[in-house]
């Protein structure tokens, strides 16, 4: 059993192995909490709902990863995000724009922004910390500036594809009135699972993909290969910042309103999302397929502490804490016996 | 070639798994799905015999389930709000309450309610973070046939049948209560009305109380022709107070009172004032700056009302916890509860000058600090 085992772990690649422990820990949390909390859990709905939640953490904490995987890090994607609630909610409201539009808007807020702070860090060498550090102070300046108050998009069209339910066969429930209710999952959805597979195959079979790893492992052997390091990590911030971009958008699509404070913090659960499915902060190492079940695992703990009745909201701050610990030790504990084994 | 191999021969692998998980994932849905209600598939009879089963449910386990949202634990007045509904909403008086705090977050507000909706839950109470961006939530609680009740602030909506009905303050008539008092202070004293300067520390733009209570003052100095030199958000905390305390200091050397929309701000304005060399208190004619404020829930800023540091604070009432229990008391005996309801709310000073308000004809008592 035991060399079973050992040759099991050792022939799989740290990102597959790191990948399949989130995986199997979410189901985990999924099932103990269908278990334990009973009523909630067992609707396939509780489960969607955490996917209407969480589209645009998944599509930036996807971008996030990417990042993660060049070795850098980018924390203005929930400012950005922030930004383009806001100028898509005063495009909408105020100048009576179209939803293309407000997309448009959405795609240049994040190119601007990828651009700029690809450039200072791919071309620059500025630390990508303190570039993102600036960006995010920038972008929640702006959102205040663009508009102080919060206020609701009353623009018809918008509201026709925020309201839009794609309905998931099969999965419905009858609530305590008697009717039959479709499960549904909303639009931004469709586009948190369109970014996770486009981003997943491109990290597998491209080579721009494969030469996001080899910047993050090794900057100077990725060199000595030939690969361009400095347009690689352009290429990251980019996308990343982009993906913030339409994670705003989804995000905005989700709450219908600009805000100042929306998406606040989002930029961390981005982080512990990507931690938490397996990708290093060191680089190199990180799987899209398990970030998404990252953003899955936090929004879950997040559900099952607030419904536990554990009110106070330290809880769950010191749930996740705890949990992106032990991740970190199964993570180092793993890699490090499979380093042993393959010794 | 190898490498190649390697590759495909992990891509399975991680392909399995997740195929694996997804699959077995999927069962345990569509049997807790069909689990669900097996019984109201078939037949009218059976849907009745479903029914009285669900009765028979509730006689054994007769507590009416309330999730309530609450947005967050900012301030001390919030504090209170939460502990009132939490010691009223209890097993011994009838009620099984769901608390989740949203921690000023409205994407943690919309997932509470629609956690709620699913665990069908028999009445939602929401004190929402901010008051647009919530149609298309609270119409999915009125499509499951869950009346929503919302608390301490408002919502901005379509159609108000959305929600069952409001429980809470006041804030215009909180913010005329004060306005009120210092025009009569001010009279008392023989201070002429234009010479008033007043700078406003606004709450968190946006919300309820910070709406109504900037309302009320505008109200007055249009009135009273008061000069309302600038308003400014201080965000309902100290820090903020007394950072932009500091700078409406520098910019308008001479103002005379500072309204602020709540006491942490307060408390933030008293730092800035006494650091710059001013003194807050009651004697315009002396040079002072005199403060008003708003909660009445902080002891440090009770404190400084029986001082005179600050000259009045008109009380926000966080005890609705009551007023909750009889309003889901009487939607569940099938009444229809009125759609605003206000709690009572004091006004508190250390100055015993005015002893009554008239605000609109009606006669308000001011309590005296001691």
């Known amino acids: ?343 | 070639m190898n490498g190649l191999k390697s590759i495909v021969k992990h891509l399975e692998k991680g392909v399995m798994v997740i195929a694996a998980a997804a699959v077995s994932m999927f069962i345990l849905t569509a049997c807790s799905a069909s689990g669900q209600s097996p019984v109201k598939d078939s037949s009218p009879e059976a849907e009745t015999e479903g029914e009285k089963e669900a009765d028979a449910d509730k006689s054994a386990d007769q507590l009416v389930v309330v999730g309530f949202s609450q947005l967050g634990a900012e301030s001390d007045w919030r504090s209170a709000h939460s502990q009132s509904i939490r010691s009223e909403l209890t097993p011994e008086n009838g009620f099984q309450l769901l608390f989740e705090d949203g921690q000023q977050k409205q994407t943690n507000q919309i997932m509470a309610i629609r956690t709620f909706i699913q665990r069908e839950v028999d009445a939602i109470a929401l004190a929402p973070v901010t008051e647009s961006g919530w149609d298309s939530v609270l119409s999915e609680a009125k499509e499951a046939g869950i009346p929503v009740i919302l608390v301490d602030r408002r919502v901005d909506v379509s159609d108000e049948n959305l929600f069952e009905c409001w429980i809470g303050s006041d804030f215009e008539l909180e913010g005329k209560k004060a306005t009120q008092w210092l025009h009569q202070y001010t009279e008392s004293i023989d201070y002429p009305q234009d010479q008033l300067h007043v700078v406003n520390i606004q709450g968190t733009i946006g919300s309820s109380a910070q709406i109504g209570r900037s309302k009320g003052l505008r109200q007055a100095c249009d009135r009273y022709g008061w000069d309302l030199m600038q308003e400014v958000s201080g965000e309902f905390t100290q820090t903020k107070g007394r950072e932009v305390m500091a700078s409406l200091l520098r910019l308008y050397p001479d103002l005379n009172v500072v309204y602020c929309e709540n006491d942490n701000e307060a408390l933030g304005a008293i730092e800035a004032i006494e650091t710059a060399g001013r003194e807050p208190g009651l004697d315009l004619l002396g040079g002072q700056i005199l403060i008003l404020s708003f909660d009445g829930m902080n002891p440090e800023a009770l404190q400084y009302a029986r001082e005179g540091k600050i000259a009045c604070i008109a009380e926000c009432n966080p005890q609705h916890g009551k007023r909750l229990a009889d309003v889901i008391r009487r939607i569940r005996e099938g009444k229809q509860p009125e759609k605003y309801s206000y709690v009572e709310e004091e006004i508190f000073s250390g100055c015993d000058a005015i002893k009554t308000l008239t605000v609109d004809g009606k006669e308000y008592p001011v309590t005296l600090l001691q």
């Open chain 1, 1 to 343: 059993m035991k060399s079973a085992k050992k040759f099991k772990l050792s022939n799989m690649s740290d990102t597959n192995l790191l990948l399949t422990i989130t995986i199997v820990v979410f189901f985990l949390m999924y099932i103990g909490a269908m278990l334990f909390q009973g009523k909630g859990f067992l609707k396939a709905q509780t489960f969607f709902n955490i996917l209407n939640a969480n589209a645009a953490l998944i599509i930036t904490a996807c971008g996030m990863s990417l990042v993660m995987i060049t070795g850098g890090i980018d924390i203005s994607v929930g400012g950005v995000a922030a930004l383009v609630s806001m100028c898509c909610a005063v495009y909408l409201d105020y100048h009576g724009g179209n939803v293309f539009g407000a997309v448009l808007i959405a795609l240049g807020i994040g190119l601007a922004f990828g651009i700029v702070q690809g450039l200072l860090v791919a071309y620059l060498d500025i630390q990508p910390f303190i570039v993102s550090l600036a960006g995010m102070f920038f972008a929640r300046g702006m959102t205040t500036i663009v508009n102080t108050a919060p206020f609701n998009v009353a623009n018809e069209a918008f509201i026709a594809v925020k309201e839009t339910r794609v309905t998931v066969p099969g999965f419905g429930s009858y609530n305590k009135l008697g009717k039959y209710v479709p499960a549904y999952v909303e639009i931004g959805v469709i586009v948190a699972l369109l970014v996770v597979i486009l981003l997943f195959c491109m990290l597998r079979y491209m080579k721009v993909g494969r030469n996001f790893y080899a910047v993050g492992g090794n900057s100077q052997s990725a060199l000595m290969l030939g690969i361009n390091v400095r347009r690689t990590r352009f290429l990251s911030h980019l996308i990343c910042s982009l993906l913030a971009g339409v994670g705003g958008f989804v995000y905005f699509m989700h709450v219908g309103s600009g805000s100042a404070s929306h998406a606040m913090g989002m930029e961390m659960n981005a982080i512990a999302s990507s931690i938490i499915g397996g990708t290093m902060l060191t680089g190199g190492v990180g799987n899209i397929i398990g970030t998404f079940f990252g953003v899955l695992s936090l929004s879950t703990i997040q559900n099952i502490v607030s419904s536990a009745g554990l009110d106070q909201a330290w809880w769950t701050g010191i749930t996740i804490a705890a949990m992106l610990c032990i991740f970190l030790v199964v993570q180092s504990v793993v890699m490090a016996r499979k380093k042993k084994a393959l010794g």
